[in-house]
């Protein structure tokens, strides 16, 4: 994440010198360069953050301004399926986004994959590389056939959880983000809004938010940027970053 040298050291850049955006701005531009956007929440052992789905709100009236007219989450279970956790669509953070979306106008459609259907010798398996990485290809597999549903100037927005929306391979696994995009030859713009999340409590402040508390706390508490040469890359497979001041998980 170093983005220069100067006598050897690694520095970054000064949080003043960064274009910062708001997230509404994060979207609109996001739209400009692709039919599809993708944004992540935070999730851990049943807790989210709801301040990602606050930030959703809020980006719901740019994304259909943009063209976006399929809201596709993972939370919603398979194309046509059942969610994996009603529970979780029946949170009050997550029932109001959905219900902004369809007030809006947006189609809403499921993309993960049938926990019905895991394959026999990855049932014991679900935290290993190779359940995730089949988890991730049938997500994409989903998410290149709601594409192909959408007329030529129609847009998705995609909701995904952690980094599963990342375009590039580490180490073992192979996430949605970068298996769509060599499904479908389409370079979707994606916003991680979960850099500064506090998936564990510290005693230390996340380095990330000590970087840029200042900018970020002059701008309401939410602020973001995308990525050009010279800036930091605060996640592998990520076109920008939305940072806040409320990171607690709930």
Same mark, same amino acid.
């Given at each position: 994440?170093?983005?220069? &040298?100067?006598?050897?050291?690694?520095?970054?850049?000064?949080?003043?010198?960064?274009?910062?955006?708001?997230?509404?701005?994060?979207?609109? =531009?996001?739209?400009?360069?692709?039919?599809?956007? %993708?944004?992540?929440?935070?999730?851990?052992?049943?807790?989210?953050?709801?301040?990602?789905?606050?930030?959703?709100?809020?980006?719901?009236?740019?994304?259909?301004?943009? +063209?976006?007219?399929?809201?596709?989450? =993972?939370?919603?279970?398979?194309?046509? !399926?059942?969610?994996?956790?009603?529970?979780?669509?029946?949170?009050?953070? %997550?029932?109001?986004?959905?219900?902004?979306?369809?007030?809006? +106008? /947006?189609?809403?459609?499921?993309?993960?994959?049938?926990?019905?259907?895991?394959?026999?010798?990855?049932?014991?398996?679900?935290?290993?590389?190779? /359940? #995730?990485?089949?988890?991730?290809?049938?997500?994409?597999?989903?998410?290149?056939?709601? %594409?192909?549903?959408?007329?030529?100037?129609?847009? %998705?927005?995609?909701?995904?959880? @952690?980094?599963?929306? #990342?375009?590039?391979? &580490?180490?073992?696994?192979?996430?949605? +983000?970068?298996?769509?995009? @060599?499904?479908?030859?389409?370079?979707? /713009?994606?916003?991680?809004?979960?850099?500064?999340?506090? &998936?564990?409590?510290?005693?230390?402040?996340?380095?990330?938010?000590?970087?840029?508390?200042?900018?970020?706390?002059?701008?309401? !508490?939410?602020?973001? &940027?995308?990525?050009?040469? +010279?800036?930091?890359?605060?996640?592998?497979?990520?076109?920008?970053?939305?940072?806040?001041?409320?990171?607690?998980?709930?």
């Amino acid at each position: 994440m170093a983005t220069e &040298y100067a006598s050897g050291a690694a520095r970054w850049p000064r949080a003043n010198e960064i274009e910062w955006l708001t997230p509404e701005q994060l979207c609109r =531009e996001g739209f400009r360069r692709s039919r599809v956007v %993708m944004i992540n929440e935070a999730q851990s052992d049943g807790r989210r953050c709801v301040r990602n789905r606050r930030i959703g709100r809020r980006l719901l009236p740019v994304a259909w301004a943009g +063209g976006a007219r399929l809201l596709a989450m =993972e939370a919603l279970g398979p194309p046509g !399926g059942e969610p994996p956790a009603p529970e979780v669509l029946a949170q009050p953070d %997550m029932a109001q986004l959905l219900a902004a979306a369809r007030e809006l +106008g /947006f189609r809403l459609a499921g993309y993960d994959a049938d926990r019905k259907a895991i394959p026999i010798n990855l049932r014991t398996r679900t935290r290993s590389p190779q /359940f #995730s990485n089949w988890r991730d290809g049938v997500q994409a597999d989903h998410l290149a056939a709601l %594409m192909k549903e959408l007329r030529p100037d129609e847009r %998705m927005l995609v909701w995904a959880t @952690n980094l599963h929306h #990342s375009k590039v391979r &580490y180490m073992a696994y192979q996430p949605t +983000g970068w298996r769509f995009r @060599n499904l479908t030859g389409v370079d979707p /713009f994606v916003v991680d809004q979960t850099v500064t999340v506090t &998936y564990v409590p510290r005693r230390a402040t996340n380095p990330v938010l000590s970087w840029a508390q200042a900018e970020v706390r002059r701008r309401d !508490g939410d602020a973001g &940027y995308i990525w050009r040469e +010279g800036l930091p890359r605060l996640s592998a497979g990520s076109d920008a970053w939305l940072l806040s001041l409320d990171n607690r998980l709930e």
